[in-house]
């Protein structure tokens, strides 16, 4: 059972790591001046869900609840 969760905390930290390289390689949320004015609404606006921003996104949020349930397994005392 040691070897096991000692495989178990690697991945962890490896999904830590590329949690944390995610979430710097997104951009910020607040768009400036422009979206007092609504200039932020253009067509990558809308369709921000198929542009690579929007795949990052989702895989943040995807790495997000990998982190969490790993965070959860590692928890529990049947190691």
């Known amino acids: 059972m040691a070897v096991l969760r000692i495989i178990l905390t690697i991945i962890y930290i490896i999904a830590c790591f590329a949690l944390v390289a995610v979430v710097l390689m997104q951009e910020g949320k607040s768009a400036g001046l422009g979206a ?31 982190f969490i349930v790993f965070a959860i397994i590692l928890n529990l005392k049947v190691f």
């Open 36 to 66: 007092i004015s609504g200039a932020a609404e253009t067509y990558w606006g809308k369709n921000k869900g198929r542009s690579m921003e929007g795949k990052l996104v989702k895989f943040t949020t995807a790495l997000a609840v990998f």
